[in-house]
């Protein structure tokens, strides 16, 4: 079993619909959690990132961790065609060595 | 002006070659990383360098040698090169080992290498 567990998918969902994107682990001394984006052929930048269980908001996007159930999400309000890319959860253990699931592949359709 | 850059983008190759990419950060940050993407996106480190010092190796070939002439360049060089070599290879740096911070990396934009 994987430490970090992610569906890859595809997602698909029309324009304008809110997406929720998952991740489940295993290790319950992860520490940081971050959710990185990755376009088609390019390299994969930080959205966000939480420390505690709860919620952080930035926009559109809110990242929600929940520590007790290993489980952290992402949503994405309003979504948007430019929204389509790879979403990958990465997480940072005890050694602060960063732990990466497989990415979703997310396609909004206009 | 590109934060990591990696050169070349592409590489097509026959089996038994040797390939290198370069890469070159001018972020100031003090660690660099190679990780490999395999088909299925999954991220996969390879190396960690710190101030030129290796920190991570993980369970790589040792045809696969990084070298970092200095905190700002981290270089991959593959060997005899076998066909489950193809895949992305990303560069990326980070401020510091991560201790305290957010745990953000810079990526480049890959190197894609297909071998024959």
């Known amino acids: 079993q994987k430490e970090v567990e992610q569906d890859p998918g595809p997602l698909s969902v029309p324009e304008g619909a809110i997406v929720s994107l998952n991740c489940t682990y295993s290790?319950?001394?992860?520490?940081?959690f971050m959710w990185y984006r990755q376009y088609s052929r390019k390299g994969p930048e930080l959205l966000m990132y939480?420390?505690s269980s709860g919620n952080k908001e930035d926009g559109r996007f809110t990242a929600q961790v929940d520590k007790s159930s290993k489980y952290i999400s992402l949503f994405i309000r309003d979504s948007q065609p430019s929204d389509s890319a790879t979403y990958l959860c990465a997480m940072t253990d005890s050694n602060y060595q960063l732990i990466w699931g497989a990415g979703t592949k997310l396609i909004i359709k206009p | 002006d590109t934060a990591v850059s990696q050169t070349p983008k592409y590489l097509v190759t026959q089996m038994g070659n040797d390939k290198s990419i370069k890469c070159e950060q001018n972020l100031g940050h003090d660690t660099m990383y190679w990780y490999k993407q395999d088909s299925k996106k999954f991220l996969k480190i390879m190396f960690s360098y710190n101030n030129k010092e290796l920190i991570i190796n993980e369970t790589v070939p040792n045809r696969f040698s990084p070298k970092s002439p200095d905190k700002a360049h981290l270089n991959l060089h593959i060997n005899s090169l076998e066909l489950g070599d193809s895949a992305v290879y990303f560069c990326?740096?980070?401020?510091?080992?991560?201790?305290?911070?957010?745990?953000?990396?810079?990526f480049g934009e890959g190197s894609r290498l297909t071998v024959l």
């Open positions: 290790n319950s001394a992860f520490q940081y």
């Open positions: 939480t420390y």
């Open positions: 990326a740096s980070s401020q510091d080992l991560l201790q305290g911070n957010t745990g953000e990396l810079f």
